[in-house]
């Protein structure tokens, strides 16, 4: 069983940032489409950024120019890092790893943008 943790959330005031990080386990991270999602209370889960096992990413409008996704396919980790954070940006944050249609997800992170 594929598992996926998730950490590096938090708390910040608007205009700070935070790296979220998502360690994988198993051998075939690198064979993986990786993505970020987000849920606010009240809302449905959105898609944050993407990473595909080719190397392509991709971001939600709302977040491009402020948040990159990176990986590292030796430590099986999958990072997001957030910079010029706005309150609307607080959710909670999972990691999720997509490979011949299954998907994993991870249990999310916390984090909450405020003054």
């Known amino acids: 069983q594929v598992q996926l943790v998730e950490s590096g959330g938090g708390l910040v005031q608007p205009g700070g940032s935070l790296r979220l990080s998502c360690e994988v386990s198993?051998?075939?991270?690198?064979?993986?489409?990786m993505g970020w999602y987000r849920q606010a209370p009240g809302k449905q889960r959105e898609l944050v950024a993407t990473?595909?096992?080719?190397?392509?990413?991709d971001y939600a409008n709302s977040v491009k120019g402020r948040f990159t996704i990176s990986r590292d396919n030796i430590k099986n980790t999958v990072y997001l890092q957030m910079d010029n954070l706005k309150p609307e940006d607080t959710a909670v944050y999972y990691c999720?790893?997509?490979?011949?249609?299954?998907?994993?997800w991870g249990q999310g992170t916390q984090v909450t943008v405020s003054s």
């Open positions: 990473f595909t096992s080719g190397g392509s990413t």
């Open positions: 999720n790893a997509n490979f011949l249609r299954q998907a994993y």
């Open positions: 198993g051998s075939r991270f690198s064979y993986y489409h």
